[in-house]
T-cell receptor, first 110, second 114 residues
Framework: GQNIDQPTEMTATEGAIVQINCTYQTSGFNGLFWYQQHAGEAPTFLSYNVLDGLEEKGRFSSFLSRSKGYSYLLLKELQMKDSASYLCAVYEAAGNKLTFGGGTRVLVKP | KAGVTQTPRYLIKTRGQQVTLSCSPISGHRSVSWYQQTPGQGLQFLFEYFSETQRNKGNFPGRFSGRQFSNSRSEMNVSTLELGDSALYLC?????????????FGQGTRLTVV
């Protein structure tokens, strides 16, 4: 079966750092996506990891360990606009399918 | 370049009715996937179409169906609507191939079944 776990909610202070963990057990794996979704809006792409290691993109970084079935999204220098849900998704090339975790709602407080 | 367009944005239907949702992908994208998003279940994969063929299907009843046209536009249909079908239905388009699998999502259609 497919199982992707991430925390339901996290709270952090403006300017701080937050790390959102994602663990997965899936029948297929070709990569891992992170998406950001503001309330009432479409998910937007943040990062895509295929190989193990850290990918840095501005204030956001994403890490993958395929042997551990583990990824995290690191948000640095948090801003109020970063308050959103963050979705971890496993990509399977066969069928071009994304399997999503339940999403982590991040609340940034002043 | 225009993004993924879904119509309508909002729909209210009664139980037992059927509904058709439309999705126009980004120009040049031939893969279209559909997802259902609910507070309890999160984002769940419905099906994926490529070049007018359904390549993959999620675990949803046969009341959920779809199709893709030659211009890559896609529709999904839900028949005999149930209260539990109330959800945000998201469409995503992408280029073919694992080298560029990023899915671009539309704004979604919010369906309310009463």
């Amino acid at each position: 079966g497919q199982n992707i776990d991430q925390p339901t909610e996290m709270t952090a202070t403006e300017g701080a750092i937050v790390q959102i963990n994602c663990t997965y057990q899936t029948s297929g794996f070709n990569g891992l996506f992170w998406y950001q979704q503001h309330a009432g809006e479409a998910p937007t792409f943040l990062s895509y990891n295929v190989l193990d290691g850290l990918e840095e993109k501005g204030r956001f970084s994403s890490f993958l360990s395929r042997s551990k079935g583990y990824s995290y999204l690191l948000l640095k220098e948090l801003q109020m606009k970063d308050s959103a849900s963050y979705l971890c998704a496993v990509y399977e090339a066969a069928g071009n399918k994304l399997t999503f975790g339940g999403g982590t709602r991040v609340l940034v407080k002043p | 370049k225009a993004g993924v367009t879904q119509t309508p944005r909002y729909l209210i239907k009664t139980r037992g009715q059927q509904v058709t949702l439309s999705c126009s992908p980004i120009s040049g994208h031939r893969s279209v996937s559909w997802y259902q998003q609910t507070p309890g279940q999160g984002l769940q994969f419905l099906f994926e179409y490529f070049s007018e063929t359904q390549r993959n299907k999620g675990n949803f009843p046969g009341r959920f169906s779809g199709r893709q046209f030659s211009n890559s536009r896609s529709e999904m249909n839900v028949s005999t609507l149930e209260l539990g079908d109330s959800a945000l239905y998201l469409c995503a388009s992408s280029l073919q191939g694992a080298s560029s699998p990023e899915a671009f999502f539309g704004q979604g259609t919010r369906l309310t079944v009463v």
